[in-house]
Structures are given as structure tokens and as C-alpha cells.
């Protein structure tokens, strides 16, 4: 582990702020190499002098570190810490090394220096932009099969992980009244200006550090101390305040209505033994009162022949790995650039000891002072000229330098290329916001312009390219941005004194010379997606004259990196062949998010039992312990069936049927959703939502109920009590529950304001026990106090308050199988202990407990209907031979004036009715269709469609029920239902296989 | 029109690809065409090809206010499969198969779609029953689909979590071997390129301000940033804002416009091989040929007319795509945006005449219009050349809400399209 920094090639000492007394080691490709504490994977490798770190996405072109940043479209690596946390697509210069990281190049085979995919490159002619939508057509089959698969396997870069994600996440929400994103010299002084006058601050940054430009700028001076300096003892003096928080390692990644900002931090990717409770990352979701973008400026590289070989990286990243990683980025620098800022990057890596063979500057003027100072240090500056071309493949060699205008080429070696042509602002945050930019011709660029949201821009970002004035600039926002939320805060001058950070002047977009229109050769505007700028002259060629369709055929900008560099470029090569101005054609749209996000972060805890909480009832243990198997129902656990020792589902549930038709049988019916309706007007109220009439529904009466949606057709269903004249225990099915409070809320607070009603959701509050069969009465009478239990005084379809085991009851006297049955609420704490109770007598008296299966086939054998199971959304009452169930005298409810339209009233409905098959063994599958004639040629004219189907053993025959066309006037008629092998004879028949008269119910 | 193939490239990249022509014009306005088609989304501009191609009704121009293909046939997750309910569905959406199957031929243009298999996840008793009915409904009607155990379904997709632990497990599913996925830009270009290549005109820019009716209440042109357009006959095609252009006419249309949002991950070499869609846990994936992994869900729940939807529906539609791919986890979304989709009372399309004279209305798509852009565009160009529909939107009439001949196949099958 103590690696000499000497073997660090590029590594030089005395350079940078980070510590050779803490040395790391890491791999990459396997091979092990040293690095130091504060590394990025990127500075590790460039310190070791390895350039070349991967492949481009089509040509497979040999590939180096562009930036220092997050806006790194080359450098994506493969990352672990052991296999399960391998992760593709990491940007080497975002990526902090630790002791231990594994990295691995992506998208070559068989090695990164030798990688078969090369051939893409040497085809490259054919490979222009959008060149698949020209080929590939014929012959048809071969697209499936050949090209397709073949070009997949060429796409794509690292590898998606394999294994189950073995690290967790957290999100968390907070409000705060000023947030700053970014914290260079903006950020920071916004920060401490709005903290100081008593705003709640949160200031976040994407970097290890805060700082910025800081980290490589070495001319500013702040406060008297180097820049660098100033603001880690500003982000201490932040983070000791109570008032304030600070985020490292934290990307503002969305920017939402209503001032709602999504950050992402991450919390253990730079450790090398985080502790396990830790999460990988955070989600932090911000609500705040204000927000203050202090997002910076990216640095655009030169568009010219062979931009992309490995060596060839902007001026600032240079100047970053230099002054900040102590890492020189090569010994023999060349310097293209259009941008007073590269000449600043050369000037410090000159007085570093690397040799500077040129400035080329396309400019034929630059910054007098500028030239003055290159010629005091000795370097040859060569104005209005270009790089035609760079040199070198799997890394930079020479540059091919001539004058703009035309003229000679002098080749001058290189190990490496730094460029600079200008800056963009950030403005992806504000344009997020849905701001508007406005175009600066003057220094050609988007500023924010309209806003939208309340946000403010400051410093490079806002195009404030002056240090004085971005720090005036800050102040006076963070001090705004407090007194605005803090009306009463005390006021605290914020006074910042800096020096240096000239403005840089100069800018290039588009195409550099050499590389203009006509000219073939791959200089490229978008490295990862390998876009040259003769491809968007392509596009334009080709009639795309948007630039969202210039984007969308060449992909420019459509990297991960998302066009952090390319966008501009691409822009103004296409506005120039359009020969249109550049804010006439227009920005593409920035969307979220700004870098690539994990989905487990966003995912945070809701995975595995928390994706969706598990829903159990109050006797949930007591049907675990008596066997019982589950299914899911909506949210629900539910009982499914109870087997005992070596039955099988079918067995159980034979079993749990006749038990429950000839002795006893017990059922949780506790999931069934229930609505409490109160009020003067709650009468008045139901008759509206159900179909049935409810006026005279007696006190202590029972009543089924079916509510339609306003089409006419059935929503959901469910028994109703009358409590009082102005309560109602309403029932709901088991998934309905949510949505029929949501629709009589609806109804109440938009059709019927005037009513006064209230409604309470109870699902949860009471549990309940069907106890069924004709010996229902003997279980349940001995347990009961204060109601009489027999058919005179509690007759089917009536209720009654008392107590049972000793606790309130509201106690039903109803039945969904078709027996004489009781259904018990509790209180839900009291749900189990009553069960088990009443399950030891039920159990002593010979009966069951039966699951949702059991209920499911004995309800059949009484063609009860679930709804969602036998209606599907296009079923009337009446369709469903429920009739009976719509009052005939009301002159409305839900759903009335959907019910007479003539499609619902017209002849050869689909209807309810019962089948039979005729080899009367032959259980029907749920969902099969059945037709009149099952010789007819395909499409087969389907009639109808099995609802529910179930072997009954209390008939001894397979039983079903169905939907079908004009279903109730085919009694006795047979049909067929085409099964994949053979085709089932079926009889239509009522839909009551058990007790047809119905005395069963009344015991 | 030059035709593409793979010599023509070889050509050109001989001499720089400088023979490659505008793919479409940007014509000269006439004062009047026989037809416009309001809206250059996929569907208008299929209008507009099949116009030319089946009818010869070649004096036709697309009006876009914006750029072509930019509204949601450049924002959806392009999963094309026709295994629906209903006779209606299965027939319109059946016939769109067809003709994607030979799409890029017939356009000459490489579409992409790419038959790698729609899988529909069932995960409990009544997930199971509704599939079930479709597979038997479809095998009756012609339609490919069929059904997969648990174990089939992970053979078919082995990224797939069949875990019995699982919140929600795997019961089974349905496959519809011939669904796939296209390439969706591709899809407008294709059209309007080979439209343009028969003399429509596509007209970029040229923002419709207004409808015109003669005397007798009838279609005389409309009224555009660019001034007044005649024509007998005009076919509204805006997707959501088609309540919008309607409203122009003096037409009332039952819609209601959502924000819909996706999300691809960053791209990686292939590791999904079919597209897979869950109701019950509510999220679809595939991954496109580029190896993004391309996801969707529902719509926000609140009606909008902003293309930009809240960041909790996204973080629940990855719940759910982490839940059945635990391996995803460590993937990272890189785009996600929205679009807004019209969504009819029965949650299928209107393609049909309008109480208007000469004026007609292709809407109402909901999530799931891309897949049935070919059809779409077929059955409409019939309806609007001979006034009368084809025999695959008989069904989908206006007319349908007032008399209650509903073809509903979200209530019937609770399945997002």
C-alpha cells in the first residue's frame, strides 16, 4: 500500500492539494496502479500517464479524458468494490478512487488497445449519420434476425449489472427557504450572504470539494487567502451554522414546479469500507422558497480533424488536474484555442516545468497583455492559425498547425492537446425551471432571460463573467433572497474582497478551421455518440431542419454526457448550413435529469415489502397458524384455502364447500371495504350513488346495493345497513374500497355540495367474520349477548348491536353462499381473538374455515357475481339479471341517463346466465369464448366469454357462469367453446346450481 | 425520390454523401388543396401517405405548427402489439401489425420494428382470468398470443425475478410473439418522406389559427400563421391538443388530455430481450437498439397540458420496474420527459366523420397510439377519400358515447394499452 508517488509518472511534486502521505491503490483492466487520497479515477490515471481509457459508441475510436467534470462524454468506466456492485457507465473524472476500486474500460473486445470493433472505424464512410434508416431493409427477415442483433451487440457501452443490488438507499424531504445550487464563488457568497441574514440555506455541489472554478483557477485571490483556500474555510463557517446546510457530492439533478428541486448525493461511492448502515445514495427532494442558480460555465473543446485522440482534453481540465491534483498532463503540451482561458492553463503548466511547443489561437488578435506574458515565458503563440488535424491513435502525437487563412502546415510533435473554445453557460437548471434563455450575440450565447419559477441566476451561469461583479451579484441575491423569506431577520453585511479571475474573452462555435463545410474529416462534436460536424451538415442536407430533428438523426447530444459539450457545437454548424442565425434555429430542450441518476436512488425504500405495504388482516396470524395458504387481492393477503395434511388445493377446497353447505363454515371478510355515511341527508344521499331505492330502508334493515359509473355500467357492489335514520354501514368489494369513497366524495363535493353528509372510511376499523352453514346459529348464539339471534327477530337481510365474546358487534344476518349465515364486525382488535373463539367452537362443532376459493365456488353454485370478475366494466344491472336491483321509480341516480342509451337497452345484450357442460366433467377455463357454430372459419364470431368456473362438489359437476349474446332467452341451448385442442359442449342454463327456491338463506 | 439501400450507401460514401436529397421539401403554399391533414405527428402524416398511395389523392398538405414528429410519436416507448379484447380492437390493431411488418419496405425507409415479443405479466387470480380471456379472444380472432408459465416467461426474459417472494409473484403470462418495438422517428420520417416523394406537401411551422365553414356549415379551408388554406376536406390529427382545433369548428369532443412521461437509462450492451409489461405492478421496459432500457407507466393522474410530469410518478414507475428487475438498481436514468395524450370516456380512439361536413377527427389514443400508426393512418385516409370508414374504425365513431356502444378495453381488461 505505500506506493512511492515516483512511480506516478505524471505526478508533480510540490503541484496540487493532495497529500503523498496518503497513497491508494486501484485498478484498471486489472492492472494495479497507485493514486492518492482525493483522487478521481481520472487525475489517478493521467497521473500514471494512461490516456487512453475507452472506446466511442459507433466508430470504436481509442477515447481519453476530456474534462475534469461531470460533463465527461469519453472516460465511462466500469466500477466496483466486488462483483454484486458492478456498475457501468461511471465517469472516470466524477469517480473519487478509494483503496481497493476495481475499474475496467467498456465497449472494446478483446482488450482496449486492440478492440475488433476498430472496423466500424475504417468503415466509417459508410456509417454516416442516420445511415441505418437507409439499409438494412432487405431481405425482410434478415432485420429480426441478422441485422438487428448484430447491430445491438455493436451498441450499447458497459455492461448492465447482473446481480441483485446488495446496497440500499434513502431519500429524504426538506424544505428549506434558499437553495443554492453550486458552490464556486457564487454559491458560496450567495450562501453566506442569505445565511447570515437568518434564511434556512441549503447549498449543494456535484464536486468532492466546493470551490468551482476554484479548484483550478490559481490567480484568485480572496479575502486575502487563495481561492481555493477562501472557500473551504467558507463551506466550514457554512456547515458550523445552525441555519445553514451543506451538501457535498450532491447534483441538483430536476427542477420541478413550484420550486421543487431533486438532488442526489452520493454518500459512500468514494469510501473504501463504508459502514453497511450507510446508503449508497441520497435522495433529497427540496421544496424551497426561494432558489439561487450558481451553476457555473463548461469550458467547449475545439471541433477540428482527430479532436477525439486520447491526450487532446480542455484547457481547464488540464489546468484542474494540474493546480488541484498536482498532475501534469503531459510533458509536451500544444494549446488550441479560440479563448483567452487556455492561455492561463498554459502559463501554469509552463511554470510547472512542461514544455509548451505552441499556442495556436485562431484569433489573429488576442489579449495584448496575454501574448506579452506567453513571450516572457517563452512560448511560441502562433495567432490565426488553427490545428488542421491531430496526430497520433491511441494517443495524440503531433499537431498539423497552419494559418486560418490558408497556407503551409507545420507539424509540431505533442504528447498532448489542451483546448478552450469559450464557455457555455449552465443554464440547464433555470431552462429546467421552464425559463426562458434569451441569445447573447455579442459573446455568443444562451443567458436566462424570462423567468418562471422563483429562481435567480448568478455568475457564470447568468453570463456574469467579471469576479467583482459575480460577487456583488451573489451578495445581493443571497441578501434578497433572506430578506424576502425572513422579513424580520437582522441584516448582516456580507463584504468579499477578490482579486484576479480576469474575464476571459473569445469564443468559437461550431466548426474550427480545417474542419468547415466540404472538408472530410472526422472532427467531432459529439465524442460519445461519434457525431462529426460533417454529419449535422448531413442532417441538414438531408431536409432536417429542426434542430430537434438534427439531434434526433445524428444523436448529437444524446449521450450520457447529454450534449454538456456538443450542444452548442452542433447548433451553430447547423444554423450555418442553414445560413440562419443561431437563436433562429433554436436550443433543443433541457431535460431532466442533468446527470444520470441511479434508479435505486429514486427508488429509495420502496422495494421488496415496502414497494407496496402488505395488508393483512386482524386474524392474519390465526389463519397462518390453522394452515391456511394466501392469495393476493389488490394490496391484500387473503386466505386463500386451508389445506389439511396432503390435500391438494382441490381437495381442500371440495372440502371446505361441503362443510360449509352442511354443517359450518368460517371466513375472514375482513378486507371487504366499508364506508361509514352520515348525516340528515345520508338516506337521500345513497338512494343517488345505488341504483336500488333507499329511502325506506328500515332501521337495522339490510340492503344490497349497486352502484354504476355515470355510463350505465356496474362500478361495484356490496351490502348496506342502516344503523340509524341518518348512519349507514355501506360495504364495497375488497378492491373497490378506495375507489368508491373517491366517487361518493366526488359526487359529494361536486354534484351534491348541498347535501350534508360525511363520509368515513372504516375498512380498517372493523374486522370481519362470516360464520356460514346451518349450523351457523348454534356457533355464534352462545357467544352473543343482548341481540336475539332468531329468524323472527333477526331475519336474513337485518342487523342488530349487542356484544359477542364480551366486546360491540354490529352483527349481520346475511350470507354471500347461500345458507343461513351471520356476518360479525368487531372492532379490528378484538378480530382475532373472536375468531379464534368462534373457530374453536366451529371446530368442535364439525365445521371449517373456509378461503376466498371455498366462497368464490359457493357463491357460484348461488350465481352470486363478483364484480370485476362476472362485469368487466360493460355490464349493465340488468345484464347481470339484477334488474330487481334498479328502482324503477327513481327518477335518478348515478348512471341513469347512461342506462337508457339505446346501445344499453338494445336487444342480443350480453347477459348473465349459468352453463352446463354436457359431458358433464369438463371444467371450463375462466376466460374461454364461446360460440354458436365451432366449425365456422377464423375470426370466429365470439358470443360471449366464461366469467367464472368451478368444479361444485356440493353438485357433483363442473358449474360455470357467462356472458352471452342475448344469453336469458337461450335456456337450454347448446354451445361450444373452441379450446386450443378441442372444442367443450356447452348448455346454457340458469345461473343457480344450489337451492334454487333459496329457503337455505332463512335457516 | 432516391431510393435508399444498402448500394446507394455504399455509393455515397464514396463520394461524401453528397447525393443524398432532402428527404422531404419544404414546398411553396398553394391557396387550396383537395385535403389537410392538421397535425405531422405519425398518424397524420400515415394519413397523408396512404391518401396518395391507396386513393391518388395527392393534392394534400400536412400542417404542422411545430416540427414534424415532434409531439408523441417522438415521445413514446414504441411497443407495438395487437392482442386486445375486442373484435374491434384486434382488427384495427391486427391490421396495424400487418402493415408494420412490411412498413419498411413499403417506405423504404428502415423502420426497426424489431419482433422481439410483447409479454404481458399476470401476477394474481385475476390477472390470470383477464389474460386468459384475451389469449382465447385473440386465438379466435387471428391473433398471436399465448400463454406462458412463470418458468416460460423467465426462459423467454431470464432477467426476469420469478421469486415466490416477490410483493407481487409471477403467475404467468401473456406473450404476443409478433408485438416488438420500432423505431419512432424513423416512422415519421419514413412517411413523410415517402408522402413528400408522391407530392404531399408537409409544411413545417404553419400553426392552424382556424377552421372556416361555408353557408351551409360545411369545410371551406383553414386559417394558419401563414395565412388562409382552402380545402373541402380537413382531418384533425393533434393528439392532445385536438380538443383544442376542434373547438375551431365548433365541435365539443369528449377528451381529456394527460401528461404521460418516460424514461430510458443510460445505454449498455444488450441484456433485455422483449418488451415486458406489468398492470398489476405498473411500469414496461425494453431495451432499444441503442441499449437504453426504455420505461413508461400510466399517466400523471391530474389532466395537463404540460409536457413536463411530476418526478414521483417516475420514481413509482422505477419502483416497479426495480421490484421485477432487481438488477436494475444500479442503472441510471438519463432522460426522462412527457408528452400529453387525449384520452376518450372508453379509453379507445375516434376515427371518423364529424357532424361537420368535410371535416374529420383521428384522436383520442390514449397511451397507446404509436402502435397502431400504420393502421391508423390506413383506415383514416379511407374514411376521409370515400366519406365513409373503413371496416376496421366502423366502430370508433363519435356517436359511440351517446349511444353507449362502448369499446372499453381498459374496464374490460384493467390492462394499460
Known sequence: ?1003 | MRRFSGFAVAREAMRAHKGWEKQWDNPELKSSYDVIIIGAGGHGLATAYYLAKEHGITNVAVLEKGWLGGGNTGRNTTIIRSNYLFDESAGLYNHAVKLWEGLSQDLNYNVMFSQRGVMMMAHNVHDVQVFKRHVHANRLNGVDNEWLTPEQAKEYCPPLDISKSARYPVRGAALQRKGGTARHDAVAWGYARAAAARGVHIVQNCEVKGIRRGASGEVTGVETSRGFIGAKKVGVVAAGNTSHVMQMADVQMPLESYPLQALVSEPVKPCFPCVVMSNTVHAYISQSDKGELVIGAGTDQYTSYSQTGGLHVIQHTLDAICEIFPIFSRMKMLRSWGGIVDVTPDRSPIIAQTPVEGLYVNCGWGTGGFKATPGSGHVFAHTIANAAPHKFNEGYTMERFTSGRLIDEAAAAAVSH
Request: hydrophobic fraction near 40%; aromatic fraction near 8%; glycine fraction near 10%.
Open chain 1, 1 to 1003: 500500500m505505500n506506493a512511492p508517488v515516483s512511480i506516478q509518472p505524471n505526478r508533480i511534486p510540490g503541484k496540487g492539494r493532495l497529500s503523498a502521505a496518503d497513497p491508494l491503490r486501484f485498478t484498471f483492466d486489472g492492472k494495479t496502479l497507485p493514486a492518492l487520497k482525493g483522487d478521481t479515477v481520472a487525475s489517478a490515471l493521467i497521473a500514471n500517464d494512461i490516456h487512453l481509457v475507452g472506446r466511442s459508441f459507433k466508430y470504436h475510436r481509442p477515447r481519453g479524458i476530456v474534462s475534469a467534470g461531470s460533463e465527461e462524454p469519453n472516460a465511462l468506466l466500469g466500477i466496483q468494490r466486488d462483483v454484486a456492485r458492478h456498475t457501468p457507465n461511471i465517469r472516470a473524472t466524477v469517480q473519487e478512487v478509494y483503496d481497493g476500486l476495481e475499474a475496467t474500460s467498456q465497449n472494446r473486445w478483446p482488450s482496449l488497445k486492440y478492440d475488433i470493433g476498430e472496423i466500424n472505424d475504417i468503415a466509417s464512410p459508410l456509417l454516416s449519420a442516420g445511415f441505418y434508416y437507409k439499409t438494412f431493409m432487405w431481405p425482410r427477415k434478415a432485420w429480426d434476425k441478422v441485422y438487428e442483433p448484430f447491430i445491438r451487440k455493436a451498441a450499447g457501452l458497459g455492461k448492465a449489472p447482473v446481480h441483485k443490488d446488495p446496497d440500499h438507499y434513502s431519500s429524504q424531504h426538506e424544505h428549506c427557504d434558499v437553495l443554492i445550487l453550486g458552490g464556486g464563488i457564487a454559491g458560496l457568497s450567495a450562501a453566506l450572504a442569505a445565511a447570515k441574514n437568518g434564511a434556512r440555506v441549503i447549498i449543494c455541489d456535484e464536486q468532492a470539494t466546493f470551490g468551482g472554478a476554484l479548484h483550478f483557477d490559481s490567480d484568485v485571490t480572496v479575502d486575502g487567502m487563495d481561492g481555493f483556500s477562501w472557500a473551504q474555510k467558507v463551506t466550514a463557517e457554512l456547515a458550523a451554522m445552525d441555519n445553514a446546510r451543506v451538501l457535498l457530492r450532491t447534483t441538483a439533478f430536476g427542477y420541478y414546479a413550484q420550486n421543487y428541486v431533486a438532488l442526489i448525493e452520493r454518500v459512500t461511492e468514494h469510501l473504501s469500507a463504508p459502514r453497511a448502515d450507510l446508503p449508497r445514495e441520497r435522495l433529497w427532494e427540496v421544496r424551497a422558497k426561494k432558489v439561487i442558480i450558481a451553476t457555473g460555465s463548461i469550458e467547449r473543446h475545439m471541433v477540428f480533424a482527430n479532436n477525439d485522440r486520447p491526450g487532446i482534453l480542455l484547457a481547464s481540465a488540464a489546468r484542474t488536474y494540474l493546480n488541484h491534483y498536482g498532475v501534469g498532463v503531459g510533458k509536451n503540451v500544444g494549446v488550441y484555442t479560440a479563448n483567452d482561458s487556455a492561455y492561463a492553463a498554459a502559463f501554469d503548466l509552463k511554470e510547472a516545468g512542461i514544455n509548451i511547443p505552441a499556442i495556436v489561437d485562431v484569433r489573429d488578435n488576442p489579449n495584448e497583455e496575454l501574448l506579452a506574458k506567453a513571450s516572457a515565458l517563452g512560448i511560441r503563440v502562433l495567432t490565426g492559425h488553427g490545428v488542421m488535424a491531430a496526430g497520433g491513435k491511441l494517443r495524440v502525437s503531433s499537431m498539423s498547425v497552419a494559418p486560418v487563412n490558408g497556407g503551409a502546415n507545420e507539424v509540431i510533435a505533442v504528447d498532448s492537446i489542451i483546448m478552450s473554445g469559450g464557455w457555455t453557460p449552465s443554464v440547464h437548471m433555470f431552462s429546467q425551471s421552464r425559463g426562458k434563455v434569451t441569445y447573447d450575440a455579442d459573446k455568443s450565447r444562451f443567458v436566462p432571460g424570462v423567468y418562471a419559477q422563483d429562481c435567480v441566476s448568478i455568475g457564470a451561469c447568468n453570463g456574469t463573467d467579471n469576479l467583482s461583479a459575480t460577487i456583488d451579484e451573489a451578495i445581493a441575491a443571497g441578501e434578497d433572497a433572506a430578506r424576502a423569506v425572513r422579513h424580520n431577520a437582522k441584516q448582516s453585511a456580507t463584504a468579499i474582497n477578490a482579486t484576479g479571475g480576469e474575464a476571459w474573452e473569445g469564443t468559437l462555435i461550431g466548426a474550427a478551421p480545417g474542419a468547415e463545410a466540404g472538408k472530410v474529416v472526422k472532427a467531432f462534436v459529439d465524442f460519445q455518440n461519434d457525431v462529426t460536424a460533417k454529419d449535422i451538415r448531413l442532417a441538414v442536407q438531408e431536409g432536417f431542419h429542426s434542430i430537434e430533428h438534427v439531434k434526433r438523426f445524428t444523436t448529437n447530444g444524446m449521450a450520457t454526457d447529454q450534449g454538456k459539450l456538443s450542444n452548442m457545437h452542433g447548433l451553430a454548424i447547423a444554423a450555418e448550413a442553414l445560413g440562419k442565425d443561431l437563436p433562429e434555429v433554436g436550443l433543443t430542450t433541457f431535460r431532466a435529469p442533468y446527470t444520470p441518476v441511479t434508479f435505486g436512488a429514486l427508488v429509495s425504500h420502496s422495494k421488496g415489502t415496502l414497494f407496496e405495504p402488505t395488508r393483512k388482516t386482524p386474524m392474519h396470524d390465526s389463519e397462518v397458524a390453522i394452515g391456511a395458504v394466501f392469495e393476493d387481492v389488490g394490496s391484500w393477503k387473503r386466505a386463500w384455502y386451508y389445506p389439511k395434511t396432503g390435500e391438494d388445493m382441490h381437495a381442500a377446497v371440495n372440502r371446505e364447500c361441503k362443510t360449509a353447505r352442511t354443517n359450518v363454515g368460517m371466513f375472514d371478510a375482513s378486507t371487504l371495504g366499508k364506508i361509514e355515511v352520515v348525516g340528515p341527508d345520508a338516506a337521500e344521499f345513497l338512494n343517488l350513488i345505488y341504483t336500488n331505492p333507499f329511502l325506506k330502508l328500515g332501521v337495522g334493515k339490510l340492503r344490497y346495493g349497486i352502484m354504476c359509473r355515470e355510463d350505465g355500467f356496474i362500478y361495484d357492489d356490496g351490502v348496506v345497513a342502516r344503523i340509524a335514520e341518518d348512519r349507514f354501514h355501506v360495504t364495497t368489494t375488497t378492491g373497490g374500497a378506495p375507489r368508491v369513497l373517491n366517487m361518493m366524495e366526488d359526487y359529494l363535493q361536486t354534484e351534491f355540495p348541498h347535501m350534508k353528509v360525511w363520509l368515513t372510511s372504516t375498512s380498517e376499523q372493523w374486522a370481519v367474520i362470516a360464520v356460514q352453514g346451518p349450523k351457523s346459529r348454534d356457533i355464534v348464539s352462545p357467544f352473543v349477548e343482548g341481540i336475539d339471534l332468531s329468524t323472527e327477530a333477526l331475519p336474513h337481510m337485518s342487523m342488530a348491536e349487542g356484544t359477542i365474546c364480551g366486546v360491540p358487534t354490529r352483527l349481520m344476518r346475511m350470507s354471500f353462499t347461500g345458507e343461513m349465515g351471520f356476518e360479525i364486525n368487531v372492532p379490528a382488535d378484538y378480530g382475532r381473538a373472536v375468531w379464534d373463539t368462534l373457530y374453536q367452537a366451529v371446530e368442535e362443532a364439525g365445521g371449517c374455515a373456509y378461503g376466498t376459493e371455498a366462497m368464490h365456488v359457493l357463491r357460484a353454485e348461488k350465481g352470486y357475481i363478483i364484480v370485476g370478475q362476472d362485469t368487466d366494466g360493460t355490464v349493465t344491472p340488468y345484464d347481470a339479471g339484477l334488474g330487481w336491483a334498479v328502482g324503477k321509480k327513481k327518477t335518478d341516480f348515478v348512471g341513469i341517463r347512461g342506462l337508457k342509451r339505446p346501445d344499453l337497452v338494445a336487444e342480443g345484450r350480453r347477459q348473465l346466465v349459468g352453463l352446463k357442460s354436457v359431458d358433464g366433467r369438463s371444467v371450463l377455463e375462466e376466460g374461454a369464448q364461446i360460440v354458436d357454430d365451432p366449425n365456422q372459419p377464423m375470426p370466429m364470431k365470439m358470443i360471449g366469454w366464461v366469467s367464472s368456473s368451478y368444479w361444485s362438489g356440493n353438485a357433483q359437476k363442473p358449474i360455470a357462469m357467462a356472458l352471452i349474446e342475448d344469453g336469458f332467452n337461450l335456456m337450454g341451448k347448446k354451445l361450444y367453446v373452441p379450446m386450443a385442442n378441442e372444442v367443450i359442449e356447452v348448455e346454457v342454463c340458469k345461473a343457480v346450481f344450489v337451492d334454487e327456491e333459496g329457503g337455505r338463506l332463512h335457516g
